[in-house]
Nanobody, 125 residues
Framework: QVQLVESGGGLVQAGGSLRLSCAASGRTFSMNTMGWFRQAPGKEREFVAGISWSGGSTYYADSVKGRFTVSRDNAKNMVYLQMNSLKPEDTAIYLC??????????????????WGQGTQVSVSS
């Protein structure tokens, strides 16, 4: 069982930066592949970034590649999403998710077993 709590969201102007954090509890965290998703009003939940259980592999949606960076600190049970050059279209609720231990990065939300409540990111033009 893994519990996830996101933080770090807020309101920022276009071109600005935010760093999201996801605090995880659970004995298997260091073996869980982690993902960040986002959901805007009236839209489907979409994959943003994923990181393997070791941190050695990452994967990004084309829409955020080169602007967002996902990282993790297994000693602290934390996952991060550094978001730079933010655009109004990045406005959404951002959610942290965990897959079963030792699995690969997935871009489909149903492949993730545990979810946080989300944190709101709003980017003004």
């Amino acid at each position: 069982q893994v519990q996830l709590v996101e933080s770090g969201g807020g309101l920022v102007q276009a071109g600005g930066s935010l760093r999201l954090s996801c605090a995880a509890s659970g004995r298997t965290f260091s073996m869980n592949t982690m993902g960040w998703f986002r959901q805007a009003p009236g839209k489907e939940r979409e994959f943003v970034a994923g990181i393997s259980w070791s941190g050695g592999s990452t994967y990004y949606a084309d829409s955020v590649k080169g602007r967002f960076t996902v990282s993790r600190d297994n000693a602290k049970n934390m996952v991060y999403l550094q978001m730079n050059s933010l655009k109004p279209e990045d406005t959404a609720i951002y959610l942290c998710a965990a897959r079963r231990p030792l699995s690969g990065i997935a871009t489909i939300s149903i492949e993730y077993d545990y979810w946080g409540q989300g944190t709101q990111v709003s980017v003004s033009s």
